[in-house]
């Protein structure tokens, strides 16, 4: 059979079936060739859907619009700063996945990354700004979480149950490199989930990303920092009044 009656047979059966009509219509009554016709067809969607794409300006507005620093990227930062926090310090791997579902500190990245592939000045300008907020806070939250559980910590034993070890997992060298090779595979699905626009799969892609932007690191660097510095202050009135 000629390529040129295949084409025109599937043309004409992806018509009829876009009328609500079956192939019975098709004037053809060889199993074979609608086998092969229907082949045919189940190719030619597959080709489609892999040049199914949103225009450039759709996927640069979306892009725009989720990198512009607003009161829910500051409350929901805040709020995955908290959950990271306490993860840390109750050492739950749980709690602190559910502070990258939270967490909005993709959003500026893809700006940056993007603006840099289309040569959007103004979108990574915004997004390095943004980022750069963002992570600010995450330190601050974290400093303060730290002041705010050194003294529980020292009553604990610190040298027992601080840091956990959830903080020294991620201050590790190792996992720097593991994380360059999640986050590889990682934002080649970000960026087929973005241009196709399929949100279902955007999410689970932004947890992996978010765990390797490591924003629990800064919180931990943080209580570590605000630990020594609360803990002097608490031995130095402590020998003071004694």
């Known amino acids: 059979m000629p ?3 295949l084409n025109t047979a599937a043309t004409t059966i992806e018509n009829a079936s876009n009328h609500g009509n079956d192939c019975q219509r098709i004037p053809c009554e060889d199993s074979t060739l609608k086998n092969k016709i229907h082949k045919h067809i189940d190719i030619s969607k597959f080709k489609k859907s892999v040049r199914a794409r949103l225009m450039v300006h759709q996927v640069v507005a979306g892009i725009r619009a989720a990198t ?3 009161f829910d990227f500051v409350v929901l930062l805040s709020l995955a700063s908290m959950l990271a926090g306490v ?8 709690t602190i996945v559910a502070s990258m579902l939270v967490s909005p500190l993709m959003n500026p990245i893809m700006g940056i990354v993007f603006g840099l592939s289309v040569r959007e000045h103004s979108l990574w300008q915004r997004g390095i700004r ?3 907020i963002g992570l600010t806070l995450c330190i601050l939250w974290g400093f303060i979480i730290g002041l705010c559980t050194t003294h529980a910590e020292t009553r604990w034993g610190s040298s027992t149950s601080f840091p956990t ?3 020294k997992t991620r201050g590790d060298l190792k996992r720097l490199w593991v994380g360059v090779l999640i986050a590889l595979p990682s934002g080649a699905g970000v960026a087929l989930s973005v241009l196709g626009g399929n949100t279902d799969s955007i999410q689970s892609n932004l947890i992996k990303v978010s765990h390797d932007c490591n924003m629990s690191n800064h919180q931990y660097d943080n209580e570590i920092l605000a630990y020594p510095h609360l803990s002097n202050i608490i031995n130095n009135a402590t020998n003071y009044i004694d």
């Open 87 to 94: 993860g840390l310090l109750e050492n739950s791997s749980v």
């Open 165 to 167: 070890s959830e903080m």
């Open 3 to 5: 390529s040129n009656t």
């Open 68 to 70: 512009e620093l607003s």
């Open 130 to 132: 943004n980022e750069l």
